[in-house]
Each structure stands twice: as C-alpha cells, then as structure tokens.
C-alpha cells in the first residue's frame, strides 16, 4: 500500500485530503502501465464519460512529468466505452469566470507538455473524443480510432470555443476551411469520416483500438530513438507559425470574448437544466 494511503487514517482532516490528492497523483484518475519497448500506456478512468475535471488534468501532468527518461512511445486512451468527453461541464459551471482563465491555460500547460514529450504518443480513440476530449487527441501525435469512435468540437453548442488548443492544433491538422466547419458547428464526425479528412491515422473494428495503437506504438519504439525525436522537432517547425503565439492568442480571445459573452451562463445553465440553450442575437 503506498505511504500516502497508509497514513490516511492517521491524518487530520486535512492531512486526509492532501493524502486524496497524492492518490490522484499516484494513478486513481490517470493509470500508467508499462510495457516491453519501453512503451507506456496511460488510461483516463474518470467514470461515466472520462471527462477533463481540473483533478484529471492534474493527475495527466503528474503522469506525463513521471514518465520514465527512457520512454520511446506512450500510447492514450479511455477506460470504457469512453475516450474522453471533454471538460467537466458541471465543475466549470461552479468555477467562476476570475477562476477560467486559469484553468484554460492549465489545460495548455498539459496538453503542450503531451504535445511536446520526446516519445511520440498514440491515442486509441475507443469512444467519444468530443470538446476538450478532442483536444487532447489533437495534442497525440497519432490517432487510431475505433470504426464506432465519434469526434467533434461542440463547444460553442455552450456559448464555447475550443480553448484548450483546439482553435490552433485543428486547422494545423485538417486545414482551415475544414476545422471551421467542424468548430461552427459543432458537428460530430464518425470514424471513417474522421480518416477521410485526415483527422485519424487509421480506423479498425470496435474493441481493437487499444491492441492497434499498442502495435504501432511498439513500431515505433523499435526504431531509433534519436531519429524519432530529431523527426518530431523537425515536423513541428514545418507548422506554420509558432504554436505558442497561436495559443496566447487563443487564450486571450477566450478571456476578452468568451468569458464575458451571455451565450456562456446560458449554454452551462440549459446543459445543467437538460434544455436546448437560447442564445441571444448579435
């Protein structure tokens, strides 16, 4: 039993929630497994919809930050039926708009750290990948999704935009014209669509996902280890633009525009009262 758990009983009651915090840490919320190639597997397990509590994102950084130095791939997905649904939409209807922004650049802190390992990481997409979930897909470098598996951007179904880099890692992927239909509207994409406009690398049968991110992972980990980071870092500079502007920018449109919209209270009040939000005119 680790020492944090162990002493639980014997802590006051704050010292019993410094030891929760330390549990989230040690692999409640983010489960790490590893593999031979020195590959990783990390599990989101926050039952029913694996959403992106701020404890979650936490507990993602705490695994990310823990990996092994020799790690030479990491392979992503969802306990469940669920890859990640996104932001835990009840939390942030209870944050507050001072406490937002410090949470949207949390999520950027993470995901960059994810989008920045050495080790590339593949996403098994077993289920829904939508808002912050596709996001964080968006920050792996490979996708493999379940022929079953539904992508999106709902966000501003909610008075929302995709402020965990989606406005800036989407378009790098699909392409403008593409990422602004998918943001627009808030449209889910099935699997086979999601391959056809490059937004996975490869789709198989419901239930192979993991076993087939497994394998390329394994692939990957085979080969040099020098080669796959100098390739990483020269792809990246083949973006155009460096990705922190482009997130800074994001940041602040979601500070100066989202945040003070009324479309935002409205979207979070009718996803909490289940009714169609209204939103007002412009």
């Known amino acids: 039993m680790p020492p944090a758990r162990a002493g639980a009983k014997r802590v006051n009651e704050r010292g019993a929630s410094d030891a929760r915090a330390q549990a989230v840490v040690e692999g409640e919320l983010v489960l790490r497994k590893s593999e031979e190639d020195r590959v990783e597997l990390l599990v989101i397990r926050h039952p029913p919809v694996n959403s992106l509590s701020t404890a979650v994102v936490d507990a993602l950084d705490a695994q990310l930050v823990g990996l092994p130095r020799a790690t030479r791939a990491v392979v992503l997905t969802g306990e469940g039926s669920y890859f990640s649904a996104g932001a835990d939409l009840k939390e942030m209807a209870t944050i507050g708009i001072d406490r937002a922004p410090q949470v949207v650049r949390r999520g950027h802190e993470v995901l960059s750290r994810l989008a920045e390992l050495e080790a590339p990481v593949v996403a098994a997409i077993n289920g829904l990948a939508i808002g912050g979930g596709l996001e964080l897909a968006l920050a792996c470098d490979l996708r493999v999704a379940a022929d079953a598996a539904k992508l999106g951007a709902p966000e501003v179904g909610f008075g929302l935009i995709p402020a965990y880099g989606g406005t800036q890692r989407l378009p790098r992927l699909v392409g403008p014209g593409k990422a602004r239909e998918l943001i627009f509207t808030g449209n889910l994409v099935p699997a086979a669509e999601a391959l056809r406009i490059g937004l996975v690398n490869k789709v ?63 979207g979070l009040k009718a996803f909490l009262e289940r009714r169609p939000p209204k939103f007002s005119d412009r």
Do not use: C, M, N, Y
């Open 204 to 266: 198989v049968p419901a239930g192979q996902e993991l076993r087939a991110a497994r394998d390329l992972a394994h692939t990957i980990a085979q080969r040099s280890p020098a080669a796959i980071v100098a390739a990483k870092r020269a792809i990246e500079a083949a973006s155009v633009g460096p990705l922190s502007e482009g997130l800074g920018k994001e940041a602040a449109i979601f500070e100066r525009e989202v945040l003070t919209s009324p479309d935002l209270g409205e």
